[in-house]
């Protein structure tokens, strides 16, 4: 496995943009997951993107269980040096083999842990 593969994030086009929520580029050896079961089936893919209300993820191997509108939590979004936070995903949108994500019901405390989480990596 190379350990040294680098994620592409968004990043914003003009410099009087905001600072993007999206990390530059997530390493995977800081990898961000989502732990969730759905239908029986333990499911804990690398997040790719990541803001404080959305999040968008590979997942090739479970690709059709996802639908949009589907509400998939509650789930667990672990975030290195940030701990975990319980959120609840709705499926935004699909496009083989990315799941695009909304967090419904995001509390303070959660938000704040992945806004931290996403400057850190800015």
Request: proline share 7%; net charge negative.
């Given at each position: ?34 732990q969730l079961t759905l239908d029986g089936l333990e499911i804990d893919p690398i997040v790719e993107k990541l803001n ?9 191997k479970h690709f059709s269980v996802f639908y949009e509108g589907q509400m998939i939590g509650p789930a667990v979004l ?45």
């Amino acid at each position: 496995m190379d350990m040294s593969r680098i994620i592409e994030i968004d990043e914003p086009t003009t410099p009087t943009a905001d600072r993007s929520q999206f990390r530059l580029g997530l390493y995977v050896d800081e990898p961000v997951y989502l732990q969730l079961t759905l239908d029986g089936l333990e499911i804990d893919p690398i997040v790719e993107k990541l803001n404080a209300g959305e999040a968008s993820f590979a997942c090739p191997k479970h690709f059709s269980v996802f639908y949009e509108g589907q509400m998939i939590g509650p789930a667990v979004l672990v975030l290195q040096d940030e701990g975990m936070a319980v959120v609840y995903p709705v499926v935004k949108s699909k496009n083989w083999p990315l799941v695009n994500v909304e967090f419904m019901q995001l509390g303070l405390r959660e938000r704040q842990m992945i806004s931290r989480f996403t400057r850190a990596g800015a």
